[in-house]
């Protein structure tokens, strides 16, 4: 790059050139940078001049990089990433200062647990900031390494790359749902009793979607139910359970979350594991404050939820 490129260099526009590299589709970079396509085809020009490369060549499916574009997406992750600690160490953080958006993308049982309290707690202290809550899907992990994702919240029983950091919120645990007034309600409930009604199994993606960790244990214990509905809607599957006598495999903080539609039976499954809710978020960001921030902050509001329905 020639010195008077560099004497303009603009950190927001190399910041912009590793979310175009990682998305390699302007119209998914604008999404993430939250800005419009015109004002990312703008900065894709300004960094073809800068850098005297086209970095980028128009394709049917999408951006493909230039040898500078993969060399520059090699070196530009560590620069930045020291210059971030440089930065981040002359700051206070004060998440009044805060501007732009974040994206947590969490299992649904989560999501619903925070919804209520998240936005008021942290809007109150970054009230410039915007947060946005979304379900856990097949690609939060590639998002969460991309740099599209801030924030994902998981149980650690799936696989994760190792450039995610885990931190653990607390522990849920198993437990077998079914509506207020269902034909079992305050019973002691034995294995041919349950056999009696269907199941109702609540997919999360990444976990569970061709065959769920209850299914194979009830199978173990020589519990024989038929599947009934499966679904990857948590709303919907509330609905369902609400208005049938169709039995839910969930977890206590599902209950926690909706405990004027739900109960729990009198039932234990055999071997049932405990469910450790974790936060993921990429390494790169091990001593950013900002990540810090909300990890204490969800953190806060979900640990002692998931201490009351142990």
């Not at 979310?19 to 999404?31: D, F, G, I």
Request: proline content about 5%; overall charge neutral.
């Amino acid at each position: 790059m020639a010195n008077s490129s560099f004497n303009k260099a603009d950190l927001n526009l190399l910041r912009s050139f590793m979310v175009l590299y990682q998305t390699q589709n302007t119209s998914r970079a604008a999404e993430v940078l939250n800005l419009s396509q015109s004002a990312v085809s703008r900065i894709l020009q300004r960094l073809r001049g800068d850098f005297n490369d086209q970095l980028f060549i128009g394709t049917r499916n999408g951006l493909l990089p230039t040898a500078r574009a993969d060399s520059l997406a090699i070196e530009l992750p560590i620069l930045l990433e020291q210059l971030e600690k440089i930065y981040l160490n002359q700051q206070e953080f004060n998440p009044a200062n805060l501007k732009g958006s974040i994206k947590i993308s969490g299992v649904a049982t989560a999501l619903t647990a925070l919804s209520s309290q998240l936005p008021g707690i942290l809007g109150k202290q970054a009230p410039n900031l915007q947060f946005e809550l979304d379900n856990w899907s097949s690609s939060t992990r590639e998002q969460l390494l991309k740099g599209e994702v801030n924030i994902g919240i998981h149980l650690d029983m799936i696989d994760m790359p190792k450039q995610l950091l885990q931190r653990e919120i607390g522990i849920d645990s198993f437990t077998l749902l079914t509506r207020k007034d269902h034909p079992l309600s305050g019973k002691k409930v034995s294995k041919e009793m349950l056999s009696e009604f269907p199941l109702a199994i609540y997919s999360i993606p990444d976990l569970n979607m061709t065959h769920s960790v209850v299914e194979r244990l009830l199978q173990q214990d020589k519990i024989e139910m038929d599947v009934l509905y499966r679904t990857t809607q948590l709303d919907a599957m509330i609905n369902l359970v609400s208005n049938s006598d169709v039995i839910f495999p969930g977890s206590k903080l599902c209950y926690h979350c909706f405990p004027e539609q739900l109960q729990p039976l009198n039932f234990e499954v055999a071997n049932m594991p405990k469910l450790k809710l974790t936060i993921f978020y990429h390494a790169r960001h091990q001593q950013n404050p900002l990540y810090k921030w909300l990890t204490s902050e969800i953190t806060a509001i979900l640990k002692p939820l998931l201490s009351n329905v142990q």
